[in-house]
């Protein structure tokens, strides 16, 4: 028998003997023949590109990825939603939050009104994460309504951030004085927020015109009196998914599984072109 097929016999056993997963440590690469970025962010299995060459066979159900090359470069969106992939890590997706916002001139007109926004993963396995994402509200003299529903049930809550006068406001806290903040249940597959303001008294104005509402992560929030003047463009708050909790042995088993297709393919090619004529 050739040294090279003993190698091959003795790796290929070595792999059969491997126990199972248990705990999910690592993601995987991505499958052969299966683009392994969309743009700048990496697309690690169990995750997959479903298009502009993907195919479907590129993930597990449910993990599905579209790449977006409308956008320069490219953008990674939930197959089955339209959240945008910020990044994938070993249990988490970041993805683009969705901001409820409502602005008014000196006069109390409205100058902004997107008032209520909505995000699902609904059809997914996946929740947002209770660990890192908080419901936030920022502005004077305003409320947040968010209506959610989770795998076990509906239920609505509110968020009031009053502030009389501009030395009110209390810099670095969210209690309710120019920003509200609370936690969330775990399971939360869906969620609307809506926003209003109370404008009878308009002289505040002046020093908080606006008022928006987001579920995000909580640690990225440090609030400022300055944030009160206008929503944040060049800030980007993102949602945070847990993509592991449900199913997490299948989900190590698929990963430990591509990871050993894997390690057969790399020795097959790197066997292949040896000769095999050496025998002891």
């Given at each position: 028998m050739s040294i090279q097929r003993i190698i091959l016999f003795?790796?290929?056993?070595?792999?059969?003997?491997?126990?199972?997963?248990?705990?999910?440590?690592?993601?995987?690469?991505?499958k052969p023949g299966c683009p392994d970025k969309c743009g700048d962010i990496s697309i690690p299995y169990p995750f997959g590109i479903t298009s502009e060459g993907g195919g479907e066979g590129c993930s597990i159900a449910g993990y599905g990825v579209d790449c977006d090359f409308s956008y320069d470069?490219?953008?990674?969106?939930?197959?089955?939603?339209?959240?945008?992939?910020?990044?994938?890590?070993?249990?988490?997706?970041?993805?683009a939050n969705r901001i409820a916002k409502l602005c008014f001139n000196r006069n109390g007109d409205v100058v902004l009104n997107e008032s209520v926004v909505y995000?699902?993963?609904?059809?997914?396995?996946?929740?947002?994460?209770?660990?890192?994402?908080?419901?936030?509200?920022?502005?004077?003299?305003?409320?947040a309504n968010y209506y959610v529903d989770q795998e076990d049930g509906k239920y609505s809550t509110s968020c009031i951030s009053s502030c009389e006068s501009r030395k009110k406001v209390v810099e670095g806290s969210c209690g309710g004085f120019g920003c509200c903040q609370f936690s969330i249940p775990k399971g939360i597959?869906?969620?609307?927020?809506?926003?209003?303001m109370s404008t009878d008294v308009p002289n505040f104005l002046s020093y908080s015109p606006?008022?928006?509402?987001?579920?995000?992560?909580?640690?990225?929030?440090?609030?400022?009196?300055?944030?009160?003047?206008?929503?944040?463009?060049?800030?980007?708050?993102?949602?945070v998914l847990?993509?592991?909790?449900?199913?997490?042995?299948?989900?190590?088993?698929?990963?430990?599984?591509?990871?050993?297709d894997n390690q057969f393919e790399h020795l097959a090619k790197m066997i292949q072109p040896i000769p095999i004529s050496q025998n002891y």
């Open positions: 003795h790796f290929c056993f070595c792999l059969i003997l491997t126990p199972s997963v248990k705990s999910l440590d690592t993601l995987g690469d991505s470069p490219p953008k990674p969106f939930i197959a089955t939603t339209r959240l945008q992939i910020l990044s994938i890590s070993e249990t988490e997706i970041r993805v995000m699902s993963v609904g059809r997914t396995p996946f929740t947002f994460s209770n660990t890192k994402n908080r419901n936030t509200l920022i502005g004077c003299r305003s409320s597959k869906s969620f609307k927020i809506t926003v209003e606006c008022s928006y509402a987001f579920m995000g992560e909580y640690e990225q929030i440090t609030f400022a009196e300055s944030d009160l003047l206008a929503v944040p463009e060049d800030r980007d708050i993102p949602a847990d993509w592991a909790n449900k199913n997490r042995n299948s989900i190590a088993q698929a990963v430990s599984l591509r990871s050993r």
